[in-house]
């Protein structure tokens, strides 16, 4: 299939932006959006361009570096991350719109490319077990209940992309902040510590310039990992009560 | 001396042997005494820093997956000075992110006669007798702790109903002993350790550099003493002074440019430092994995995997006939061959890695191979979902099933998967001691990066453990004794020595940018990935081999000679952090095909046709070749081959037999 990419081009982090056409063209059905991007860069190369820049690595769908806002949906139409994202959901002739993660808190570094430090500076406020390495007890000494480990697991495969952020019309990185709240909090590991996590995590949320949460429930929508919102609504009871114990 | 220059002298090697050879052995400081007491009594041996002084000794950690991410936190926990890089964004997404199946550990919380002994034993046996015992033992005995650290910290692996944790069976075993979480227990674990990793961030024990890549270690005195990184965002080029220096930057499998390692992985750490003087051992040692999807086309970037672990409830088969091109479900019973059931009947389907790799070629190769290319063979769940029915099926593999139906855009809970071998992981890597380091003096490496305790093959869920072996436990000890017999020597970036070596970086950079050929550098990847998996792959044959030694220099030339690489130095390139990479493994590819070319036995994952029984299995050659591979990198020549003699006194030599 024949295809029409609209690519936001930015040099540099205070560069203006804009839009650059490109032809992609006998791109095939069983090709990744990335391997498309590829082939695309392979010919602005050879015609003595510049390449488009973006974010990859695994490609796999698992490290979560890539992330490309694709026709205003962050990641694309399909629920799943960018590198993920097979051509034949797209039809020939098709115009499509590329864009990088638009949100305050990530700054774009070139074209499709941003940086998104801030996510690993809400989890060093305190998304971890203080356990020291080498004291740990026996791992079979506390039993945990199936549907706690479970719950706990499926709010832990978060893959930290920022598609939450990109897709919240506030850029609140809500959903990425309490997957990890709401992880820890399942697991009898967690508890110590779990009251001055959240109040710590969501201080760092703020300060890194995130707008807040008002449930609108996008960032679900877009999550590769299908992260539930329910672990907001779990974020909020634990700061909740945080906040009556007198700020954890 | 260049590259460009180095060409002619390359070419004239191949008339001339291919390597040389020298009598030194590279000595592995295997502690004395019984297997089972080396580890602690080595531990008691240890020099130990008083915690105030620690401080003042910085470690450069490069690679944050398990194994440098685990190192970076355990030595920034005990108060040294840590600087971590890696080339990602952020450390949470190093490679071991990956890994699918699980992690082994001694537990025998099954009872089903799983110890230390047996997990060690497997290991030895399972590398094909190429590893060295009293690492493998150690390895074994550390499983304990890593399961019990990953559980404090708050992986959450799988449970069964009454709380306990839940284990299932893996590739080259028949006892349980594989923990998991799902089918993302890379995730799980690499996820504990980056949260501790952060944790110390935010203490400012641990200063994380990442978009930076490592691209030269520097040697003050031959001793390893900083290194020389790039900023990806900025282009600029700068030294970083260390009292030691440790590699954790995984695996070389991206060589053959498709491989199921991440699009970013490279060897230009291990390489670079090998061009200062670091050995590189049993580079040929390459895992070639027999379950992964099958390549569709020339633009292909990857190659994903397929958890092995699916094997546990999958049958492999091909049709009995050659050419039959009918729909799997219309194929009857008995005109299917199960051949791992057939060939292996007492592990069937759970074969180890390098047999079931070399099964599935051996049946295309007979034409029997099934979908574009006759290139493939089923992997087939239908008997276990009318077994167990489809949610059983889903609640093990569901993400995993997923994943093939958006890559091939078929329905694996209806037809068959298809799947093909791909390389996966390199056994090979800098040459080590017990203690992790390097034959330079400061130099540690840990992880996929050193030639590690896997021998020939490594066994399904071993890597992790190794991993996460390395950088919790071994690291944080051998690296701290290293530091107090050292002593703290000061040292500035000004020293000479990072002058020079952040100069030959710099001007590398200005030649590949000053080229302005006419192909990409993704052309000659895949050019030089072709030809290593052609000449180097599941089967290596002497004149394949030479074929290969001839024509990499060949590509190498024309690679200096005619690459494109757009843009500048002084800014985000990814073209360029491509290049350098590609340049490492033109390099690297050379070494690998000498070192297969040198082994003319068969063992493990290296499979030389010469070599085999009348079955067409791998036959060693424990006379000739029982022992480690080490080379030294030779500027004016040839490599030179030094070997370091590997001694069975624990688990008897035997041939390796899963008939
Ligand atoms: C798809 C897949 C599935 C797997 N499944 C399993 C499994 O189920 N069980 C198992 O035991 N093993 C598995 N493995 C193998 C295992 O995951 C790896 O061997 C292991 O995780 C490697 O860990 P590591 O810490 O050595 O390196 P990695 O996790 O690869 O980390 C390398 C680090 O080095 C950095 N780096 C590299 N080069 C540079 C440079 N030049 N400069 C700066 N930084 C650099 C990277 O940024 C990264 O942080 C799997 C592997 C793959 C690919
Ligand atoms: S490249 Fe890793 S998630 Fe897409």
């Not at chain 1, 932006?17 to 006998?26: I, N, Q, S, V």
Request: proline share 5%; aromatic share 8%.
């Amino acid at each position: 299939m024949n295809l029409t990419l609209k690519v936001w081009r930015q040099e540099g982090p205070q560069a203006p932006g804009r839009f650059e056409t490109y032809a992609a063209r006998d791109i095939e059905a069983d090709m990744s959006f990335l391997e498309m991007l590829d082939i695309v860069n392979e010919g602005i190369i050879l015609a003595g361009g510049d390449p488009i820049a973006f974010d990859h690595d695994c490609r796999e769908g698992i490290c979560g570096m890539c992330g490309l806002v694709i026709d205003g949906l962050a990641h694309g139409p399909r629920q799943c991350t960018t590198c993920q994202l097979y051509m034949r959901n797209f039809r020939d002739g098709d115009t499509i719109t590329v864009e990088p993660w638009r949100v305050r808190a990530f700054p774009v570094v070139k074209d499709l490319v941003v940086d998104r430090g801030a996510l690993d500076r809400i989890i060093a406020a305190g998304g971890y077990v203080s356990a020291g390495t080498g004291s740990a007890p026996d791992a079979n000494g506390t039993l945990i209940p199936k549907p706690d480990a479970d719950a706990a697991f499926d709010a832990a495969v978060c893959i930290g992309c920022g598609a939450c952020a990109a897709a919240c019309p506030n850029g609140s990185a809500m959903l990425f902040t309490a997957a990890k709240v709401s992880h820890l909090s399942h697991l009898p590991q967690g508890q110590p510590e779990r009251y001055a996590r959240v109040v710590r995590m969501v201080e760092r949320m703020d300060e890194e310039g995130f707008g807040g949460c008002t449930n609108h429930g996008e960032c679900a929508g877009v999550c590769p990992a299908k992260i539930d919102m329910g672990v907001i609504a779990r974020l909020n009871r634990d700061l909740l009560v945080a906040t009556l114990k007198g700020g954890g | 001396m260049t590259e460009v220059m180095q060409t002619p002298r390359i070419k004239r090697m191949t008339a001339a042997p291919a390597w040389g050879e020298s009598d030194a052995q590279p000595d592995g400081h295997v502690p004395p005494g019984p297997i089972h007491e080396k580890w602690q009594k080595h531990r008691f041996a240890m020099k130990l820093l008083n915690p105030a002084n620690r401080r003042k000794y910085t470690v450069v950690v490069v690679g944050s997956g398990l194994a440098g991410g685990g190192a970076a936190a355990a030595l920034g926990e005990l108060g040294y000075n840590v600087k971590c890089f890696c080339y990602q964004d952020s450390p949470r997404r190093a490679h071991s992110i990956a890994a699918q199946g699980g992690i082994n550990a001694a537990k025998n919380y099954r009872n089903d006669g799983d110890s230390v002994y047996r997990l060690f034993y497997d290991t030895v046996k399972g590398g094909d007798f190429r590893a060295r015992e009293a690492n493998v033992h150690r390895l074994a005995e550390l499983s304990l702790n890593i399961i019990d650290q990953c559980v404090a910290v708050g992986v959450p692996f799988a449970r069964e109903y009454g709380g306990l944790l839940d284990t299932r069976s893996f590739g080259g075993a028949q006892v349980a002993r594989t923990f998991y979480a799902r089918g993302q227990t890379g995730q799980q674990l690499l996820l504990g350790v980056y949260q501790a990793l952060e944790r110390q961030i935010e203490r400012g024990a641990v200063t994380m550099y990442g978009r930076h890549e490592m691209l030269d270690l520097v040697l003050v005195d031959g001793v390893a003493r900083g290194v020389v990184a790039r900023d990806l965002v900025t282009g600029a080029i700068e030294p970083h002074a260390a009292d030691a220096v440790v590699l954790c930057t995984g695996g070389y499998g991206n060589v053959y440019n498709l491989s199921t390692y991440a699009r970013g992985a490279n060897a230009t750490a291990v390489w670079r430092a090998h061009k200062r003087g670091a050995l590189f051992a049993n580079p040929c040692f390459v895992q070639i994995h027999p379950t992964c999807i099958p390549v569709k086309g020339d633009y292909q970037s990857k190659l994903t995997l397929m958890s092995e672990s699916v094997r546990n409830d999958g049958r492999c088969w091909v049709p009995v006939k050659p050419g039959d091109t009918r729909a799997p479900g219309a194929i009857p019973e008995a005109e299917r061959d199960y051949y791992l059931e057939r060939m292996y009947p007492s592990f069937g389907n759970l074969a180890p890695r390098d047999i079931a790799s070399r099964a599935a070629k051996r049946v295309c190769d007979e034409g029997r191979g099934v979908g574009p290319g006759g290139l493939g063979v089923y992997l087939d769940l239908g008997d276990a979902i009318r077994r167990l029915g489809e949610d059983v099926i889903r609640a093990r593999y569901g993400n995993l099933m997923e994943m093939y139906e958006d890559i091939t855009g078929e329905n694996p809970y209806r037809v068959p998967m298809r799947i093909f071998p791909a390389v996966h992981y390199t056994m090979g890597g800098l040459w080590v001691d017990y203690n992790l380091m390097s034959n330079v003096p400061g130099l540690f490496v840990g992880g996929e990066a050193n030639f590690s305790d896997h021998g020939a093959n490594r066994l399904g869920a071993s890597a992790l453990m190794q991993g996460l072996a390395d950088g919790y436990f071994v690291l944080p000890a051998t690296v701290p004794d290293y530091l107090a017999r050292a002593g703290s020597v000061p040292l500035s970036t000004d020293h000479p020595a990072f002058r020079t070596a952040t100069a030959e970086v710099e001007d590398r950079a200005r030649r590949l940018l000053g080229i302005h050929g006419s192909r990409t550098v993704s052309a000659f990847h895949r050019d030089l990935g072709k030809l290593m998996w052609d000449h180097c792959g599941m089967a290596r044959h002497d004149a394949g081999l030479r074929e290969a030694l001839a024509r990499i220099p060949e590509l190498r030339e024309a690679f200096w000679r005619d690459v494109r690489v757009p843009g500048e130095g002084g800014e985000l390139n990814q073209e360029l952090e491509k290049a350098g990479r590609v340049a490492d493994f033109l390099e690297l590819a050379e070494l690998i095909v000498t070192d297969a070319l040198h082994r003319t036995e068969s063992c493990g994952g290296h499979f030389r046709e010469e070599s085999q029984t009348p079955e067409g299995e791998a036959l060693r050659d424990d006379a000739h070749f029982s022992y480690v591979a080490a080379w030294r990198h030779n500027a004016d020549g040839p490599p030179v081959l030094l070997k370091e003699p590997l001694v069975f006194e624990n688990v008897p030599l035997a041939v390796r037999s899963y008939k």
